[in-house]
């Protein structure tokens, strides 16, 4: 028995729980074993060792052993082993790969670890990775992601590889699924979608192991070389110029932008800051920000920042698309012709298509290990709210680590000459995009407004014939009032009054989904589709109508400036947005 269940010191069975929760996870590393809950004399195998070569390249790393690794005392031995297995070639097995778990004994019911238990195991673990030194760290499963680099959400970050230090030795982890989810959703119809993708992935990294870059992992002083000019007058400008003048001839500058809103066609829209610079130098000015310069400084601010960006060599954004509707919207389309410039998204788009991990904290979190937007209390959105200092040291940051971001991602891009054609589409996209932002799309009001009533009629009458339908007025006996806008509503009513199993969800409870509203037959239960048709019609009106009858979406200029994307949709094809002018 451990630390946390002390029978000997006859504690009551609560109060050790509730023990457990105040040792400092310090305290749980350096206790090791001493502190650890779990009763090794239960177990065939306590203290399991990782098995396989001593000079791995790739070390797999897993939860915790189950119940026939225990017996056999060797990780990933059974049903899930045999799956991981598999997917290596024999002698790249034995030759390359070691295998362990992020805890060493098997859990009670083979449950999931919990954080006493990781904790105090931890060294020992790390230890073992030191002393081997893979390449890689190739981790099944959301527990080691989180115990290796802190991340959560295997889904997206899986097949990515991901900077670490484990026990001081720095390399790359790289995500798969377990083994044992994979067996869980195995189809009938041949491989399922998580087979595929685990077997992907395990193939890929055998392959590509020995072509990863150089991991890189970076601890504190993530501002080093950021210099804040307050804007306080002619020294201040001086100061400017000098570092615009040193930077300009550097390959390429990160220049990242802090704004009073998202589109710089809305009536308040100003740039309040800039930042240019490289991961050595970088600097970070007020530019429209109301405390700062007077208006004849903050004229010459904006005449040096248009300078440096039309002499200066690669300017690196990160979403391109955004940096350029600004300045080419107060400065010119000038901008766009003249000027070269790089997007360390679009980079990291070309490089993993999938959406969802393409933020720069996502992306200093992979690189360079920590998450650069943790690194500052600034939020954006309320720069003004913030002492000047604090927006400029946040907006540095961001122009610092974006630069070298894209020198870290650029050789990832040129591995291939298919990631090379799609990152310079995406670069040559970006201008084009603004410019079609630009031009807007003008309205129709009082078309609007005439759509409006007609929606309005349409949706009434459609509602007078739902309430009509005799399961309607049933539940309405039943259960009082019946909104046909209310999904719980509605899968209640056909659930319940109706008897239909198409509402009833796998898993258990109900759902009036399109899906599952589209199987009813309309001759069986009528209100079925109208509702239906009421949604499409509610949808097209809040959507569409009532925010160009509102003007929520028109700018002062009387336009529709929707914003288009490129790394939005998985197939490739353009996304537009505020509004969608697609549909
Ligand atoms: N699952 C794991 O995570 N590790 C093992 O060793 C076996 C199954």
Not at 298 to 304: A, W
Not at 453 to 469: D, L, R, S, T, W
């Amino acid at each position: 028995m451990g630390f946390f269940f002390n029978a000997a010191r006859g504690a009551s069975p609560s109060k050790p729980r509730a023990a457990k929760k105040h040792i400092p996870v310090q305290t749980m590393r350096e206790m090791g074993c001493k502190a650890c809950p779990f009763d090794h004399a239960k177990l065939v195998t306590p203290k399991m060792r990782p098995s396989g070569t001593t000079r791995p390249s790739l070390y797999v790393l897993g939860e915790a052993p189950g119940e026939e690794e225990d017996t056999k005392g060797e990780p990933f031995v059974g049903k899930s082993g045999r799956l991981l297995r598999s997917c290596f070639d024999r002698d790249f097995l034995e030759d390359h790969v070691r295998i362990g778990n992020t805890i060493r004994c098997r859990p009670p019911e083979n449950r999931t670890p919990e954080t006493p238990e990781i904790e105090c195991c931890r060294d020992q673990v790390a230890q073992d990775i030191a002393d081997t030194q893979p390449l890689v760290v190739v981790g099944a499963g959301g527990i080691p992601l989180t115990w290796a680099t802190g991340l959560t959400n295997i889904t997206a970050w899986r097949g990515r590889t991901i900077v670490a230090k484990i026990g001081g030795h720095v390399c790359w982890y790289f995500p798969i699924l377990h083994p044992s989810y994979v067996l869980r959703k195995q189809s009938k119809y041949g491989k399922s979608e998580h087979e595929l993708v685990f077997e992907h992935d395990l193939h890929w990294i055998q392959k590509n192991y020995r072509r990863l870059p150089e991991p890189h992992f970076y601890e504190a002083s993530y501002d080093t070389g950021v210099t804040l000019i307050e804007g306080d007058g002619q020294r201040d400008l001086n100061k400017l110029e000098d570092i615009l003048n040193r930077l300009r001839d550097a390959p390429s500058v990160g220049v990242d932008i802090e704004t009073s809103c998202l589109r710089p066609y809305a009536a308040n829209a100003a740039i309040y800051m800039c930042s240019i610079g490289t991961f050595e130098d970088t600097v970070a000015f007020p530019v429209n920000d109301p405390r700062a310069w007077n208006s004849s400084l903050r004229r010459k601010v904006e005449g040096l920042l248009v300078e440096f960006i039309l002499e200066s060599r690669k300017k690196v954004a990160h979403h391109l698309g955004f940096e350029l509707e600004w300045f080419m919207y107060f400065y010119g389309n000038r901008i766009a012709n003249l000027t070269e410039w790089e997007d360390t998204m679009a980079q990291a788009h070309t490089i993993d298509e999938r959406i969802g991990v393409l933020g720069l904290g996502d992306l200093t979190s992979q690189y360079f290990g920590f998450d650069l937007k943790a690194q500052s209390d600034v939020d954006p959105k309320r720069l003004l709210e913030y002492p000047i200092r604090d927006g400029l040291r946040y907006n540095g940051m961001d122009a610092k680590w974006t630069q070298l971001l894209y020198d870290v991602q650029q050789p990832i891009v040129c591995t291939e000459p298919e990631l090379v054609n799609e990152y310079e589409r995406k670069i040559r996209l970006a201008p084009a995009l603004v410019l079609t932002q630009q031009k807007g799309i003008g309205v129709d009001k009082d078309y609007a407004r005439s759509l409006q009533e007609e929606m309005a009629v349409e949706i009434k009458g459609i509602e007078a014939q739902v309430m009509a339908c005799a399961e309607v007025k049933k539940y309405k006996q039943k259960y009082g009032e019946f909104l046909p806008s209310s999904p719980d509503h509605v899968a209640k009513m056909m659930d319940v009054i109706c008897d239909r199993k198409e509402v009833r969800k796998e898993g258990g409870g109900t759902t009036s989904d399109e899906g599952a509203l589209s199987k009813i037959p309309a001759k069986e239960v009528p209100s079925a589709p109208l509702i239906l048709e009421l949604r499409t019609i509610s949808k097209l009106q809040s959507t569409y109508i009532d925010p160009v009858v509102s003007g929520r979406i028109i700018y002062p200029d009387g336009l529709i400036h929707t914003k288009f994307g490129s790394m939005v949709a998985i197939t490739g094809r353009l996304n537009s947005e505020d509004p969608n002018v697609q549909n």
